[in-house]
């Protein structure tokens, strides 16, 4: 090594900060390549007792280097933190391996207990998570805290090993009576995909530790989304979920919501950039209503997501009283819409909460295509079921995505013939002889299946007259259901509805569904529901929202719509 060398190696290293157990070479832009490069390095390693932390990151490390280094480190027993993020730059990519290897053969020497690691910034693909694999399920991870692994470039392959390193170090610490109890884990810009995410929900969801995952930019779709939500809900301490810029869509964000109901302790969701689009914006609404007690961010931005939607999820956050920032920017409001926003939240005093709309989309294109992502229609004729109550999902892989398979399902309640009958040819006459065998309907409506109780509710709906023993049936008939329906939990409740305003053109659903033609019998049942005390304010309150704000598509029951506008409107001033 050149002696200019050596004296700028000697000047960087004496501008270091050494103390409170840290040794920190942080940022020094140094290029170490062979055990001559780090003589220096390495003797105030083996002289610093007491080592509990060690930052490497921001130089370049060869083979020969991490030797070296590592050599130091053989009798370092007390070190606990490695800031190894950053480290390789410029070296080939077959180098890395070996690198991590020698460092963590070290590490495993001395008998370090490790608390956090962090390997960010390293592009090192599987091969980089092949070089620390023993080192995760070694005893020296038993006691990790902080695994910190962003844009490594792991891949589906690379992901696939880290999750079974996890698990091999759960089941052996486990066995030593200590479970490995991983607290933050951070994987953004990996490509995990699908494949990758389902490894690592096995291993989330067998820890049960997790208090913060952060794993934007990863390529995942619904069904690897599922899978993740299937673990977060068995990581009770939870209190920073990033998911950004990966693509939950319809499924996912259902998946999402429900996993959400069963957490108490979130402080963040970064759902932006996942098009959650609206009817999955007007499930997580329901989970703010009904849980979250202390969030206190929540980003859906740039998610497709509709005015009328966005004031939904605004109405949901009224009282929360740790809010700090709402983002809703990039979404599809218009000009008009991001007014309706801001003085929305004005009025519930959560002005100061709500974050630029600065990116707004404008308003949809009313010539889209429905039903544009990357759902399979195999996969996505059951996504209804994420909203069931069904916790038997435990250990079950098949199942982890919140969709129970169909012989999982619970058996439906054997139904009398003319009930069928009535159901597949609905008519006035059908539903008066059938009696009082009407109260069988009701067990038809599955608060698990949105659509099918949608579509028996218009059904039912649409033979209303004003004939006393017709309306008289009729309106039991729909008491008897939304009762049920409506007294189910807030995600159920608001999966149902959203459902019925796809169906009768209120709201644009991701998937392409056949809009029934909308009758007048079906608005005035709403109404005369909307007026009992079955139906709570809240709903009425998101009801109002798109009938208020989509008159037009009401135009052909003009009266029945304007009544039941005013029932929507009396509803919810009484409550306020």
Not at 50 to 69: H, K, Y
Not at 114 to 125: I, K, P, R, V
Not at 301 to 307: A, D, K, L, V
Not at 456 to 477: C, H, M, Q, R
Request: glycine fraction near 8%.
């Amino acid at each position: 090594m050149a002696s200019d060398d050596i004296a700028q190696l000697a000047d960087a290293l004496s501008k270091t900060h050494v103390g409170d157990g840290e040794l920190s070479y942080k940022g020094l832009g140094l290029k170490l390549d062979n055990a001559a490069s780090v003589e220096e390095l390495v003797r105030e390693i083996e002289q610093y007792q007491g080592l509990r932390a060690l930052r490497l990151e921001g130089n370049t490390v060869g083979v020969d280097a991490a030797r070296a280094i590592a050599k130091a480190l053989e009798s370092k027993d007390q070190l606990q933190r490695c800031y190894w993020s950053d480290m390789f730059t410029g070296r080939l990519r077959s180098e890395i391996p070996t690198a991590l290897r020698s460092l963590g053969s070290a590490l495993m020497s001395a008998g370090a207990r490790l608390t956090e690691l962090d390997l960010s910034d390293n592009a090192f693909g599987p091969d980089g998570v092949k070089g620390i694999e023993q080192l995760l399920k070694s005893p020296s991870c038993h006691t990790l805290r902080e695994l910190k692994l962003n844009n490594c470039g792991m891949g589906i392959g690379g992901g696939k090993i880290l999750a079974e390193a996890l698990i091999g170090c759960h089941r052996q610490s486990s066995a030593h009576g200590a479970p490995l109890r991983l607290r933050v884990f951070i994987a953004g810009r990996n490509r995990l995909e699908n494949e990758g995410a389902r490894a690592l929900s096995r291993a989330f969801q067998l820890m049960g530790s997790l208090e913060e995952v952060h794993m934007p930019q990863n390529g995942i779709n619904y069904a690897g989304v599922m899978a993740l939500a299937s673990a977060m809900r068995h990581n009770p301490e939870l209190r920073v979920l990033n998911f950004n810029d990966n693509t939950f869509t319809k499924n996912g964000t259902l998946a999402m919501a429900q996993a959400l109901r069963h957490l108490r302790n979130v402080q963040v969701i970064n759902f932006g950039d996942c098009l959650v689009r609206s009817e999955g914006a007007i499930a997580l609404a329901a989970v703010l209503r009904e849980g979250l007690p202390i969030l206190k961010e929540l980003n859906l931005s740039f998610g497709e997501i509709t005015q009328e939607a966005a004031l939904v999820v605004a109405q949901a956050v009224t009282d929360k009283p740790h809010m700090e920032k709402v983002d809703l920017n990039g979404n599809c409001l218009g000009e008009e819409g991001c007014e309706a926003l801001r003085e929305a939240m004005e009025n519930m005093d959560k002005g100061d909460v709500l974050a630029s709309l600065s990116d707004d989309e404008g308003e949809p294109d009313e010539d889209d295509d429905d039903g544009d992502d990357d759902e399979e229609d195999d996969d996505d004729d059951d996504a209804s079921d994420h909203c069931n109550e069904d916790d038997e999902e435990d250990g079950d892989i098949l199942k982890e995505n919140g969709i129970p398979r169909k012989e999982d399902s619970p058996e439906k309640p054997q139904s009398s013939a003319e009930v069928m009958s009535f159901l597949s040819c609905p008519s006035a006459e059908k539903l008066l002889q059938l009696g009082e065998t009407r109260t069988d309907l009701r067990q038809q409506v599955d608060v698990s299946d949105p659509h099918k109780a949608a579509d028996v509710f218009l059904k039912i709906a649409s033979l209303y007259k004003e004939e006393p023993e017709i309306k008289t049936a009729v309106l039991g008939t729909i008491d008897a259901m939304l009762n049920k329906l409506l007294s189910a939990s807030a995600l159920q409740s608001y999966c149902f509805l959203s459902t019925l305003l796809v169906m009768i053109g209120l709201l644009k659903g991701e998937k392409k569904m056949k809009k029934v033609s909308l009758l007048p019998g079906q608005l005035l049942c709403l109404e005369h529901a909307v007026q009992q005390d079955y139906f709570p304010q809240h709903h009425a309150s998101l009801l109002h929202t798109f009938i208020s704000k989509n008159s037009e598509t009401l135009k052909s029951c003009s009266s029945a719509g304007e009544r039941l506008s005013s029932a929507l409107e009396k509803k919810c001033h009484d409550q306020h």
